[in-house]
């Protein structure tokens, strides 16, 4: 049997990636439909190679009948349609800021907290947290399970696909605007992006972080534990795909560099590529496109007494949304729903 998905946002950076992820994992799909606002509807997206999907416009859609619904359109739209979804049915997956810090939404990483999925029951919403926390923390839980996480510093930089398809489009026609010696436009950032680092990803709060910083923080808690101290600073760079962090960890108890490495190496998701040479490491430009959360540089923290310094990349658009997504709905389909379509029929709606 298969399971009626809706991928609201389908036109997107992340809803792109969900609807290919699907297809690329062959998700039990009996039928698919891809949801935006009403500018893009008619429009079409593809699904897989060989499947075209009409977009269909969010505000007339009615979710009755829809099991599974991926959703990434920003989350001022989540917080209207999320729960009128969820009402009709359908279990959310909301890839938004929307709902993730609400005390009865699961904010969920399959790798490090996927028993945290049976709480969907509570309001029908699974929240997806923010991209660079999922990296951080898929690499942070090995090492925690070791020797006990206290306390964090990360420094992010992050890629301009975080901020979606306009963002990239910015930082294009940015480079190419100095390459010509144009005036610089500046829309979606508040700095040229191009040729440059802006330290300011989200809005700033009262004091003097800013909102991506914060979300690192709690975000981590939620998803691995209470109590550990998390540092962020954020920075956005003129890369289109991957983010990269800088995480320095502490820990209770000791963990040398080859437990840390050994635990990082047997860890779901995690590929520790980390040699003392040219190529022995891993950069945004190549874990584009890819799955896993690439783990280099592991080395010694000697300034603590238990301290370990890491170099952690990955595909925002993948690990740190749609697929990050997609191996939610994995769980869900196989452990806690039902499947109302027919057997793979993989008749898609629009
Ligand atoms: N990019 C990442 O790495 C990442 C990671 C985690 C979470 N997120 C979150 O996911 C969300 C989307 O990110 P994105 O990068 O995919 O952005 P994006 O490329 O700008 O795409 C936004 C999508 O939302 C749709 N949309 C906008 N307003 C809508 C409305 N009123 N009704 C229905 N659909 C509407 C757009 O449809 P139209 O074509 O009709 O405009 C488009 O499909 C954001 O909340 C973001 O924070 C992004």
Known sequence: MGFKVAVVGATGNVGREMLSVLAERKFPVDEVYAIASERS???EVSFGEDDVLK???LDSFDFKGVDIALFSPGAKVSAVHAPRAAKAGAVVIDNTSQFRMDA????????VNPHAIALHTKRGIIANPNCSTIQMVVALKPLHDKATIKRVVVATYQSVSGAGREAMDELFTQTRAVYVNDPIKKERFTKQIAFNCIPHIDVFMEDGSTKEEWKMAVETRKILDPNIAVQASCVRVPVFIGH???????FERPISVEEARAALAAAPGVVVIDHHADDGYVTPQEAAGEDPVYVSRIRRDATVPHGLSLWVVADNLRKGAALNAVQIAEILASDHLKATGSPQKRRHAG
């Open 104 to 111: 009865d939404v699961p904010l969920v990483v399959p790798e």
């Open 41 to 43: 509807a008619g429009a």
């Open 55 to 57: 977009v269909m416009d």
């Open 244 to 250: 990269a962090e800088a995480v320095n960890a502490e």
